[in-house]
């Protein structure tokens, strides 16, 4: 999937000329925390968010200025005053936005949003602004892809090589120690692994093999440091 396909296209956006209260007014009434701004020229020009209003001299919020900050950053004190008294959202909007093409892949998508630790990012196309993506539209392309998941009828023994291609394409999977039995669409895992997470993987690829109707783990724990295999159903050294 691709930024494109998940997007909504009927962006809630605000002018740069708009004010303040216009711009809560949309936030509140659209239950949403954050406003992009855009142009008449449909040009992205910044962010407005919850986060940008919370210094405001209607609430008493204001920022203070200190007698450091004029010695090391000039002009601050103005910049403060500006943010937190004026009415138009041009003066308060965050200007760098972090943007996505149409084409760009979602797995992009979400690394961006996690390392910027952003909410929604704007899509593009030569420069203007076609749709938005959020956490919410990722939830719902999952909501889609889960519940049109394909049922598929397949047989042990093709059950059990798409088990191990799929192990075999896992940097951290026990390949060479693991085994599985497959009878009707049930699986036993056999093997050892060197910790619960290990374990738990193992699982959720034989889960997600199509095919599979039950996963039964055999798998014992080995401690790496002293060497002890530990029976799965007692916890105890074997």
Known sequence: MIAADVMTR???SISPDATVADAVKLM???????LFVIDGDNVLQGVI?????????ELGTARRGSWWLRLFAPGRDAADFT???????GDLMTPDVLTVEEGAAL??????????????V??????R????????NLLRALSAVARDAPKVTTDDRAIKRAIQRSLEKESWAPVARMDFTVLDGVVEIWGTITSENERRAVCV???NTPGVKKVIDRMIFMDLYSGTVYDPGTNAPS
């Open 129 to 136: 602004v076609t749709g938005v993506i959020s956490r919410a």
């Open 28 to 34: 509140l009434d659209n239950n949403i925390s954050g």
């Open 49 to 57: 968010t919850e986060g940008d209003l919370l210094h405001r001299s």
């Open 10 to 12: 009927n962006v809630i």
């Open 83 to 89: 943010e937190s008294h004026s009415r138009r959202v």
């Open 205 to 207: 690829i034989a889960e």
């Open 122 to 127: 704007a899509v593009v196309k030569d420069g």
């Open 107 to 120: 797995t992009d998508i979400v690394e961006l949003m996690e390392r910027a630790r952003i909410k929604r």
